[in-house]
């Protein structure tokens, strides 16, 4: 769905993508991370096919940015950080603006606006002016102008930025919702908790490279993510988890994380059985962080810096 080869793209000044490499699959949602000025925004903008790249290649649904940026934008949605709105024009009148500069046809317009306000939960205020819209709202707003022609693949750069918490939840939501119906997705942002709420793949950029990435196992609120931590090494941990029929994500002779169910009872046996096995636990609790603790554990100064 997105390949990227050997992509360097500079600047007059400076190179800011040095031989980039990726893969996206269709249908999930990427989280794009690294420090700032790292180059994230320039690599959505060669993604977005706004930005011709010095050598290397970049095809979007197989066509190649440089020689069909047209084509690609007729299926490719793009959210920059910095977006404008007019405030003056209703929402309708904003949707409007983007279908028609998508070259959807007059015909179809309305129906593409409609559809559009409700994927973002704008419909009640169609005819509100976009000036008078919260943060929250303004976001969805350029959200939906960004999707009203379907496009199939969703770049959106720090989406989460200056948003409440309930204004952040919704968009999480919001952006499961499209990935569900079938877009691909590729969300640059530093709220790394919130990302793990929506994000199966982890791209971390840094000094115009890829310096690392996992897959990361979307939050599921039935399974949660427990850590166990061990107070004396066991090299079998991992071995007895998964013999005792535990989804295990990663251990080490110290730790392990797994996803478990919520049901207290069903926990409360596990960490009886743990300790019965001869285990020294120190600790077993919810992890909200696996993100947050892979991220610095693959960047260039983290903890156990790869
Ligand atoms: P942030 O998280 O702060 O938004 P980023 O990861 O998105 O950063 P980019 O904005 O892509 O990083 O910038 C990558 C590098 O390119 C930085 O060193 C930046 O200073 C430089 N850069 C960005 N835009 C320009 C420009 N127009 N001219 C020269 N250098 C630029």
Redesign the pocket.
């Known amino acids: 769905m997105i390949e990227v080869r050997d992509l360097v793209y500079e ?4 190179r ?1 993508l040095d031989g980039v490499s990726l893969t996206v699959q269709p249908q999930t949602i990427t989280a794009l991370v ?10 959505l903008r060669c993604l977005a096919a706004l930005e011709a790249p010095y050598s290397g290649t970049v095809t979007i649904n197989g066509l190649d940015t440089r020689e069909s940026p047209r084509a690609i934008h007729a299926h490719l949605g793009y959210l920059p ?1 910095f977006y404008g709105l007019y405030d003056e024009l209703s929402v309708r009148r904003c949707l409007l603006y983007a279908a028609w500069s998508h070259g959807i046809a007059p015909a179809l317009s309305s129906g593409a606006v409609e559809k559009a306000a409700q994927r973002v939960g704008l419909v009640d205020r169609l005819e509100t002016r976009a000036g008078e819209l919260s943060r929250g709202l303004r976001q969805r707003l350029a959200i939906g102008q960004a999707i009203v022609h379907e496009p199939n693949v969703l770049l959106l ?2 989406p989460a930025a200056g948003l409440d918490p309930q204004a952040r939840r919704d968009l999480s939501a919001l952006l499961r919702k499209l990935r569900e119906a079938g877009m691909t997705l590729v969300v ?1 942002s ?1 709220i790394l908790a919130e990302l793990e709420d929506y994000c199966s793949e982890m791209i971390i ?1 840094e000094g ?1 490279h890829v310096v690392g990435g996992k897959p990361i196992k979307v939050r599921d609120d039935e399974r949660p993510r427990y850590l166990i931590e061990l107070a004396t090494a066991r090299s079998d941990l991992r071995s007895f988890l998964t013999g005792a029929g535990i989804d295990v994500l990663e251990a080490d002779d110290h730790h392990a994380l797994i996803t478990f169910t919520r049901n207290p009872g069903a926990r409360a046996k596990l960490i009886r059985d743990i300790v019965k096995a001869g285990f020294e636990l120190s600790s077993f609790g919810e992890s909200t962080k696996a993100l947050e603790e892979a991220y610095f554990s693959q960047v260039a100064g983290g903890a156990n810096g790869t």
């Open positions: 600047y007059p000044t400076k800011a690294g420090p700032n000025g790292a180059g994230k925004t320039t690599l950080d750069d720090e640059s530093h950029v115009g």
